[in-house]
């Protein structure tokens, strides 16, 4: 069994900064590419960043130079460090990462619960 959970997310003035965490754990041969997505109330979901296995990143305009992704791979963990935050950015942010559990076997793409990021005065 595979589970990705998040954390870090909660209540934070405009302007201010939060780190995501999210880590991968179970029967986990390797893991691909990893990223983060979020949805605010009444919106699609949009993905945030992206980080390949070579450290390859890629972001949403909405994010960029405010937001930096990074992952170790040693603790198959992804973060999202988020800072100069806007109301704009309340949403619940998710992980998600594309990963093989065992040798011959396919990839999958597996999804964290999520977490609540608010911001606001």
């Known amino acids: 069994q595979v589970q990705l959970v998040e954390s870090g997310g909660g209540l934070v003035q405009p302007g201010g900064s939060l780190r995501l965490s999210c880590v991968a754990s179970g029967s986990i041969l390797s893991i691909d590419a990893m990223r983060w997505y979020r949805r605010a109330p009444g919106r699609q979901r949009e993905l945030v960043a992206a980080?390949?296995?070579?450290?390859?990143?890629n972001y949403s305009d909405s994010v960029k130079d405010r937001f930096t992704i990074s992952r170790d791979g040693t603790e198959n963990t992804v973060y999202l460090q988020m800072n100069s935050l806007k109301p704009e950015d309340t949403a619940v942010y998710y992980c998600n990462a594309d990963l093989r559990q065992y040798a011959y076997t396919p990839w999958y793409r597996y999804w964290g619960q999520g977490t609540q990021v608010t911001v606001s005065s």
């Open positions: 980080v390949t296995t070579t450290g390859g990143t």
